[in-house]
């Protein structure tokens, strides 16, 4: 089974950049698709971002396109969401999920998530 940590979150102003990071391991992760999901106080968990196995696909909800990106690296067990542009609206936890399968990654139906990071942007 896989575990995920995230790392990378923290607080900026608006318009500033963060890189979150999702580190897998106990697993093979070049099998698993992976998500980035967060969630903001008093909302429920959000779909952000996929990536495929091979990083040859990637998907993201509208409010982020332009301004996030996803990418991986199957030799390092990693995945990232590089954000810029933040918005104040961007404020919540994010979550990383590995998934056997994209609409698994893509709909959050996986028992394999990270804790989660605060990313807090200031206006």
């Known amino acids: 089974q896989v575990q995920l940590v995230e790392t990378g979150g923290g607080l900026v102003q608006a318009g500033g950049s963060l890189k979150l990071s999702c580190a897998a391991s106990?697993?093979?992760?070049?099998?698993?698709?992976m998500g980035w999901f967060r969630q903001a106080p008093g909302k429920e968990r959000e779909f952000v971002a996929f990536?495929?196995?091979?990083?040859?696909?990637?998907y993201y909800t509208d409010s982020v396109k332009g301004r996030f990106t996803i990418s991986r690296d199957n030799a390092k067990n990693t995945a990232w969401l590089q954000m810029s542009d933040l918005k104040p609206e961007d404020t919540a936890v994010y979550y990383c999920?590995?998934?056997?399968?994209?609409?698994?990654?893509?709909?959050?139906?996986?028992?394999?998530w990270g804790q989660g990071t605060q990313v807090t942007v200031s206006s």
């Open positions: 999920n590995a998934a056997l399968s994209t609409r698994a990654a893509m709909t959050g139906s996986t028992n394999y």
């Open positions: 106990g697993g093979t992760f070049s099998r698993y698709a």
């Open positions: 990536i495929s196995w091979s990083g040859g696909s990637t």
